[in-house]
Nanobody, 127 residues
Framework: QVQLAESGGGLVQAGGSLRLSCAASGRTFSSYGMGWFRQAPGKEREFVAHIRGSGGSTYYADSVKGRFTISRDNTKNTVDLQMNSLKPEDTAVYYC????????????????????WGQGTQVTVSS
């Protein structure tokens, strides 16, 4: 019942920046957490970042900590991922996901915790 749509992907040189955005609809946005994941060809989907519904708490994968920033605007129903100092290994399809129930069964880093997914947006970082 939640629909998600990512935008903002593209091609960038190493060291550059991109900002991804995810628009949500279908449920009170501030009531649930949001996450960003990525998946490179031939690899499993990988956790990138999570933010709680209030926006007061964030969590990052070690591989992006200090370079990526997750934020949300609950008045616009959007969650963004600002990506700086991009590296070729950041190349992947990036997905936003809705953590509707904050199930304690899975950690925020586990894709199974999430209940709705966007279609993904491609990010390519050239060396």
């Amino acid at each position: 019942q939640v629909q998600l749509a990512e935008s903002g992907g593209g091609l960038v040189q190493a060291g550059g920046s991109l900002r991804l955005s995810c628009a949500a609809s279908g449920r009170t946005f501030s009531s649930y957490g949001m996450g960003w994941f990525r998946q490179a060809p031939g690899k499993e989907r990988e956790f990138v970042a999570h933010i709680r519904g209030s926006g007061g708490s964030t969590y990052y994968a070690d591989s992006v900590k200090g370079r990526f920033t997750i934020s949300r605007d609950n008045t616009k129903n959007t969650v963004d991922l600002q990506m700086n100092s991009l590296k070729p290994e950041d190349t992947a399809v990036y997905y936003c996901a809705a953590d509707l129930y904050s199930s304690g069964r899975y950690s925020p880093t586990n894709p199974h915790r999430y209940d709705a997914w966007g279609q993904g947006t491609q990010v390519t970082v050239s060396s």
